[in-house]
C-alpha cells in the first residue's frame, strides 16, 4: 500500500510539470513565434555569405576569416531559437546589397544581383518555418529602376503574397481551399495578427549614430500610430508590437501594452558609413525573436553575437614590429 501510495504521488508530481510546463507557458501548441531577419546585404564583402556562394561562372568564392565569422554567428543564430519551429519567419528588407553603384562595386564579391539572390536564399533556407513573409527594404540596395529584386527572392522561397494599402495579393476563393494569387509579394510594410496581437512592420525608421537618442525615432513610432488609430488599423484596435530595422543596431522601447524595436543586422560598416569617423558605427549582429503567448504574453528573445563572437578588425602592433627587428 505504501509502495503505491509512492507511485502515485510521484505519477501526480509527474503530471504537474508537465501540466506547467506545456499547458500553462503554451508552447507546445498555442504559443506563436515569429523570427525576424534584416539587413542581410548579401554580395557584400563586409556582409555574411555562405561557404558555398559562387560567381556567375560558377567559380567558389573562397572564405576568409572574417567570412567564416559571420557565417558561423548566422549558424549560431539559427541554432539558439527559443523555438525550434519558427511559425513566422519575416525577413524585414535589403537581403541584398545590389550592384552598388556609387562605390562601381568596389565593395561587393559579385556585382551580379542574381548569385547575390542565390546566396540569399541558401542562407534564408537554413531555417525552418511554417509561414514567409518579405518586406521591401532601400531602392539603392535592392532595384533596378522600378524592378524590386525582393519579389523574385520572395517569390522563389513561397512567402505569402500581399499587397499593402493597395488591396490584398492573395483572396480566398468561395471554397475556402483555393486562392487567387496577385503577382505581388512584398511591399513597403506590413500589418499582421499573431495570437491576437496585431504587429506593424516596416524597414525603414529614423536613424540616430549617437546611442544615446537611439530610441527617439521608436518612440515617435509608437506615439504617432496611436493618432492613427482608425486609419493604419481600425478605431478599436491596438498595435501590439511594432518592428522596424535598416539602422543596423538593435534598441526597444517598452511602454504599457505596446513594444517596439529595431532589428540587428548582418553587415559591418562600409564605406558609406564610414564617412563621418568610427564613433557609432558599430552595428549589432544577429535575429529576433518574438513568442506570442496564447494568453496574451509578449516575450522577445535577443540573439545578438556579444563582444566574444563579434568580428574584430586587425590591429598592427608597431611595438612587437620593431622589437622583432631589433633583435635580428
Known amino acids: 500500500m505504501r509502495a503505491f501510495n ?59 576569416e572574417f567570412n567564416q565569422q559571420l557565417y558561423d554567428i548566422w549558424c549560431w543564430c539559427r541554432d539558439s531559437r527559443e523555438s525550434k519551429n519558427t511559425d513566422l519567419l519575416v525577413i524585414n528588407g535589403e537581403p541584398i546589397d545590389g550592384s552598388n553603384k556609387k562605390s562601381i562595386s568596389g565593395e561587393t564579391w559579385t556585382p551580379s544581383v542574381q548569385m547575390q539572390l542565390n546566396d540569399a536564399e541558401r542562407l534564408i533556407r537554413m531555417y525552418n518555418w511554417r509561414d514567409i513573409a518579405m518586406t521591401r527594404g532601400s531602392r539603392y540596395h535592392v532595384t533596378v529602376d522600378n524592378t524590386y529584386h525582393e519579389e523574385f527572392l520572395a517569390k522563389e522561397l513561397g512567402c505569402v503574397p500581399y499587397s499593402g494599402l493597395f488591396g490584398q ?8 481551399k483555393s486562392y487567387n494569387i496577385q503577382p505581388q ?5 506590413l500589418w499582421c495578427i499573431i495570437n491576437g496581437k496585431r504587429f506593424s512592420i516596416c524597414h525603414h525608421v529614423g536613424y540616430n ?18 493618432f492613427a488609430k482608425g486609419k493604419w488599423y481600425p478605431n478599436d484596435g491596438n498595435v501590439d508590437v511594432i518592428v522596424r530595422s535598416h539602422v543596423h543596431y538593435y534598441v526597444q522601447v517598452r511602454f504599457h501594452k505596446q513594444i517596439a524595436l529595431t532589428t540587428p543586422c548582418w553587415k ?21 525573436e518574438i513568442i506570442v503567448e496564447p494568453n496574451g504574453k509578449i516575450e522577445v528573445f535577443e540573439h545578438i553575437a556579444d563582444a566574444v563572437k563579434y568580428p574584430k578588425p586587425y590591429e598592427i602592433n608597431f611595438d612587437d614590429r620593431w622589437n622583432n627587428a631589433i633583435r635580428k
Not at 549614430?209 to 496611436?226: C, D, F, I, P, S
Not at 559591418?268 to 529576433?288: C, Y
Open 6 to 64: 509512492f507511485l502515485g504521488h510521484v505519477l501526480i508530481l509527474i503530471l504537474l510539470v508537465v501540466y506547467r510546463y506545456y499547458v500553462k507557458k503554451g508552447r507546445s501548441t498555442q504559443s506563436r513565434s515569429v523570427l525576424f531577419l534584416s539587413d542581410m546585404h548579401v554580395g557584400s564583402i563586409y556582409a555574411v555569405r555562405s561557404p558555398e556562394a559562387r560567381l556567375v561562372d560558377g567559380s567558389e568564392v573562397k572564405m576568409n
Open 185 to 189: 509579394y512584398t511591399d513597403f510594410y
Open 268 to 288: 559591418l560598416p562600409d564605406e558609406f558609413q564610414l564617412r563621418r569617423g568610427l564613433g557609432g558605427t558599430a552595428v549589432n549582429i544577429g535575429s529576433i
Open 169 to 176: 495579393a492573395q483572396q480566398t476563393n468561395n471554397d475556402t
Open 209 to 226: 549614430k549617437t546611442e544615446l537618442y537611439r530610441t527617439t525615432a521608436l518612440g515617435r513610432e509608437m506615439a504617432v500610430m496611436e
